[in-house]
């Protein structure tokens, strides 16, 4: 079955960088768009970026552009987030998504605190 599997989430100081990891299995991930969502306590689940099969094109959410890096690798079938100039505004659990097939998938998230 579809299994995406998020990592690395943790307390981090404001300014400072993570890097999440998302590990997927059950399905073709090299044809599959790819994207990151996150949900801040009391708020709704947001897009954050998503990333094409290929890697060649990605987006982002206007207030994580230029300190989050969305990448993939195919051959190691993982999705990746790089999170830098962290904010508090930045906690949130962090969700890996796919969606195929008419079906969409979720990981169960990985929390990233961002506090002094």
């Known amino acids: 079955q579809v299994q995406l599997v998020e990592s690395g989430g943790g307390l981090v100081q404001p300014g400072g960088s993570l890097r999440l990891s998302c590990a997927a299995s059950?399905?073709?991930?090299?044809?599959?768009?790819m994207s990151w969502y996150r949900q801040a306590p009391g708020k709704e689940r947001e897009l954050v970026a998503g990333?094409?099969?290929?890697?060649?094109?990605?987006t982002y959410a206007d207030s994580v552009k230029g300190r989050f890096t969305i990448s993939r690798n195919n051959g190691k079938r993982t999705l990746y987030l790089q999170i830098d100039s962290l904010k508090p505004d930045d906690t949130a659990v962090y969700y890996c998504?796919?969606?195929?097939?008419?079906?969409?998938?979720w990981g169960k998230g990985t929390l990233v605190t961002v506090s002094s």
């Open positions: 059950g399905f073709t991930f090299s044809i599959s768009r």
């Open positions: 990333i094409s099969s290929d890697g060649g094109s990605t």
């Open positions: 998504w796919t969606s195929f097939s008419g079906n969409t998938y």
